[in-house]
């Protein structure tokens, strides 16, 4: 306990500059550090505070080491740590007068230590910053180069995609049907992979391994009698529906209604849905002769028979093109200015995100209306069967506003699309459906987009009479 007289009793500290404005301490600072040190090892000693009973030689180390910690913090430039040590060499000074030769070995001795902590201690301070700085740096870098290697990735991968999707929606007919089932395979297989995942299953038994591997059976057969029957998936979808609905009735005793459902939806998002693709892709109806596409096409991409692209054709290529558009626009512009939330379902996907989005997504297909396909026109001989009369020539306007209108549509159906899947991914407690393409994941996260844009467009083209 210090002397009541010793001047610290009723001393108030100055206020550290670096204190908190609500008077909270800061982490110690490298000076405050040192001499928190010193003075412990100097009360080790006894030499500091010194009580009554110490002998003068401890009372004079006591002075000469407070004296010199006083010293140490005004060459630091601590005031406070100062006032502190002045005090103490001020209670410490008069017990004894202590000899030259002691005082000053202790003095040299501690200030020397003193010194020497405060050295250290603004070494590591002023060393560590450029060690946190570096480490910083490091991991931006990792973390940019991680970033960049998967932007390429996907990027890769992408143009890889649209260039086998170009190739194969030119040819049509069996290469097209080959792809179509190639999806909707992987698509049956990513979608049940989920149904029966930890978190979509909690609380309910999933459809068993019989009724996943008819899933996927009935799903193919769906897209085989589209193509052989030119279009007519209703029927194929009505009776595959009952098929499906019998064997869960077969394969478990007491089927819950959960069961019946998920299965059935499986049917009609992975089997009917996808099926509108190939009934779009077999339009008949031939474009306009004058479309720049039929000079663009090589001869094996001809249709049999040399004769004019078709509507089939034109409407596909348009769709893909519209959704890619929308993603890219999308993303693009959601990251650079994205700020407002778009929905809860996926809280990444902005306001901003989905503008951009329907921009690029019209003015792909504005462009590939005027410098492509030549599609949509106004569909004059449609109208005149209906009774309606409107020459082309006094409506120029009329076919890129239905260009940009059929844009605007596969945009929002790309959106919507994206977020059914995000729902079931969600509800399953997965990021991905699968990990089949390099960048993007699983297949039903790369094609979530297209799954309604195909019954969308085919509507589009039959309801418009835009044929």
């Given amino acids: ?76 430039g601590d005031e406070s740590e100062a006032v502190f040590a002045e005090g103490a060499a001020a209670a410490a000074a008069p017990a004894a007068p202590a000899p030259a030769h002691a005082a000053a070995a202790s003095s040299a001795s501690f200030a020397s230590a003193s010194s020497a902590s405060l050295s250290s201690a603004d070494s590591a301070s002023s060393s560590a910053d450029p060690a946190s700085s570096s480490s910083s740096t490091s991991g931006d870098k990792a973390s940019s180069s991680s970033s960049s290697g998967g932007l390429a990735k996907r990027v890769a991968s992408g143009v890889l995609l649209g260039a086998g999707g170009a190739l194969v929606v030119a040819a049509g007919g069996v290469p097209f049907l080959c792809a179509a089932l190639f999806v909707t395979f992987h698509a049956t297989r990513e979608f049940y992979g989920l149904l029966t995942s930890r978190g979509l ?29 030119s279009g007519r998936s209703a029927v194929a979808m009505a009776v595959a529906g009952f098929v499906l609905l019998s064997l869960n009735l077969l394969a478990s005793p007491k089927p819950k209604f959960a069961q019946l459902t998920s299965s059935l939806f499986g049917l009609f998002y992975c089997g009917y849905l996808p099926s509108f693709w190939i009934k779009l892709r077999a339009v008949p109806a031939p474009l306009p002769p004058d479309a720049p596409i039929a000079a663009l096409l090589p001869a094996w991409l001809q249709p049999p028979g040399g004769g004019a692209p078709t509507v089939g054709l034109a409407v596909t290529l348009t769709a893909v093109a519209c959704v890619i558009a929308a993603d890219t626009g999308a993303y693009f512009v959601g990251k650079s200015l994205g700020r407002t939330k778009l929905t809860d379902i996926s809280p990444k996907k902005t306001v901003e995100g989905a503008v951009g989005g329907l921009a690029s997504s019209v003015a ?39 260009a940009a209108a059929f844009g605007a549509a596969v945009c929002v159906s790309s959106i919507l699309g994206d ?9 399953a407690g997965q990021k991905d459906s699968g990990d089949l393409i390099p960048g993007h994941g699983g297949l039903l996260d790369r094609f979530d987009s297209y799954i309604f844009t195909g019954a969308l467009a085919y509507g589009f083209v039959v309801f418009g009479h835009l044929f």
């Fill in 1 to 76: 306990m210090l002397p009541a007289g010793n001047g610290l009793i009723g001393r108030r500290r100055p206020q550290r500059a670096d204190a908190d404005a609500d008077g909270a301490a800061p982490s110690p600072s490298p000076t405050r550090a040192a001499a928190a040190a010193a003075a412990a090892a100097a009360g080790a000693a006894g030499a500091w505070p010194a009580p009554a009973s110490t002998s003068a030689t401890s009372a004079e180390v006591a002075a000469a080491s407070a004296a010199a910690l006083e010293a140490a913090a005004r060459q630091a």
């Fill in 201 to 229: 299953s909690k609380g309910m038994t999933p459809p068993g391994p019989v009724v996943s591997a008819s899933t996927t059976a009935l799903c193919l057969s769906i897209a085989l009698l589209t193509h052989a029957t």
């Fill in 364 to 402: 792909a297909a504005l462009a590939l209306q005027a410098l492509l396909t030549g599609w949509p026109a106004v569909p004059v001989a449609a109208a005149a069967a209906a009774g309606l009369h409107f020459p082309q020539a006094a409506v120029p306007w009329a076919a890129p506003l239905l």
């Fill in 419 to 427: 977020l059914i899947e995000s729902i079931i991914k969600r509800e």
